[in-house]
Nanobody
Framework: QLQLVESGGGLVQPGGSLRLSCAAS????????IGWFRQAPGKEREGVLC????????NYADAVKGRFTISRDNAKNTVYLQMNSLKPEDTAVYYC???????????????WGQGTQVTVSL
C-alpha cells in the first residue's frame, strides 16, 4: 500500500530552521519525482519545491528561494525539506506528494501525505 508520511514540523521562532521528512512506503522512491507543498490558513495550497528522480530540483515558490532546499535519500526512501531563516509567513501545513512520473516539470501529483504543521512565531 502506497503511503507518504511527513514528520518534523513544529513551532519555531523566526530565523530558525526545521527539516521536514517525507517517508515513502509501498513503492520505490527512485523512480518518481516528489514535491513539497504547503497550505496556510485561509489560503490555497501552493507548491514549494520538487525533486526529480535524478536529484535535480524545481522551485515552485519565489518566497522560499535561498532559504529552503530539497533532497532525497533513496536508500532510506525519504525526501527532505530543509527550511532555514524561517518567517512567520512560512506558517502552514506542509505536505509531500508523489508525482506519477520522474520529472517535476508538468508533474501530476497523485498521492499525498497527511501533512505536518509548521508554525513560525515568537
Amino acid at each position: 500500500q502506497l503511503q507518504l508520511v511527513e514528520s518534523g514540523g513544529g513551532l519555531v521562532q523566526p530565523g530558525g530552521s526545521l527539516r521536514l521528512s517525507c517517508a515513502a512506503s509501498g513503492f520505490t522512491l527512485d523512480y518518481y519525482a516528489i514535491g513539497w507543498f504547503r497550505q496556510a490558513p485561509g489560503k490555497e495550497r501552493e507548491g514549494v519545491l520538487c525533486i526529480n528522480s535524478s536529484g535535480g530540483s524545481t522551485n515552485y515558490a519565489d518566497a522560499v528561494k535561498g532559504r529552503f532546499t530539497i533532497s532525497r535519500d533513496n536508500a532510506k526512501n525519504t525526501v527532505y525539506l530543509q527550511m532555514n531563516s524561517l518567517k512567520p509567513e512560512d506558517t502552514a501545513v506542509y505536505y509531500c506528494a508523489k508525482a506519477r512520473g520522474r520529472r517535476c516539470f508538468g508533474a501530476d501529483f497523485g498521492s499525498w501525505g497527511q501533512g505536518t504543521q509548521v508554525t513560525v512565531s515568537l
